[in-house]
């Protein structure tokens, strides 16, 4: 699906604004140069299977804004842009000085677009990051928790020692900004795996893997994004994560959150609660998980109580 007419559009809008698109073995490069703050973006997991015209991550954040951006287009696989075409991109800019045109740069990303921007940070030392659920790398033996990816593992060329684990490449950031889920296990992992100085994590509780998707549903999600990127604060953040109570998504998360955590009874609990929100389309599917968990947990046998301090539960003393 890496049709160059698919790109035509985007290409044309770069070079009419003084940029260029180049391409990168698989993935494309795209800059359009605008103000003084340079946003540098990578694409998510199956975005080459958008429809024409392919635009790159944050595009119409950027132009909005009226910020210059540099955005990396993934190409047919998902390779977390471990290819040695981007790794020297990303050197030739760093070497050319390109990064000192700008007052500001901020790397962005969610996914494999949040790995990149945590990595190829490095090429440009002091900026900014902002990411969502990143990976900080995929080397098996140095994050054996992750599984999801094989895929990733094996098309990528994780030999390369370049930009190759966020675990040291942000170190160079001047801020980082994670967006991530705490009670998804892989994803706190990875962030567990990131220096902490100068780090901000902000917590969305019950969003897992797809936080964007959960806060565009709230509304507002390029507004907050921007606040983020352009470094204001998180107060709006919190603001805009407190009208997830009265969100469809939010409690479709929520309900399967306390499912595979074997608690239907919260789980009903939540699911009557998302009943009473207006305009909240059935969940039918949900619902019979719901109501067949319970009945698990009501056919199983009672548990008998451990009391501290009976003969039960006390070890045998040493004689």
Known sequence: MSKHWYYRATQKAAQAAGGWMRLLHRHRAVFVPRGPRLLVSFDTMGAHL???????????LAQA?????????????NDWYRRRAVFDFFDGLRDSGFYRRFDDVVFYGSSMGGFAACTFVASAPGARVVAISPQSTLIGARVPFERRY????????????????????????????????????????????LPDTRLTVL??????????????????????????????????FAV???????????????????LARGHPVLAGQVLNHYGRLPDAPPVPQLAARVARQLRVAEDAP??????????????????
């Open 50 to 60: 958008a429809p024409p015209p392919r635009r790159p991550w944050a595009w119409d």
């Open 65 to 77: 804004a009226g910020w210059s951006h540099l955005g990396l287009m993934t190409g047919p696989c």
């Open 150 to 193: 094989p895929q990733g593992q094996h098309r990528g060329d994780w030999e390369d020692p370049r930009y190759l684990d966020a675990q040291s490449c942000l170190r160079l950031a001047g801020r980082a900004v994670v967006l991530v889920d705490p009670y998804h296990a892989a994803d706190m992992a990875h962030v567990a795996r």
């Open 203 to 236: 917590r969305c509780p019950f969003m897992g893997h797809r936080i964007p998707h959960h806060l565009a549903a709230l509304g507002g999600f390029g507004d907050l994004m921007r606040g983020l990127l352009e470094g204001q604060g998180h107060d709006g």
């Open 240 to 258: 805009h994560l407190r009208q997830r109570k009265g969100s469809v998504s939010y409690h479709k998360g929520l309900v399967n959150a306390t």
């Open 302 to 319: 009672p548990q008998r109580p451990r009391i501290r301090g009976s003969s039960a539960s006390r070890r045998p003393s040493p004689r």
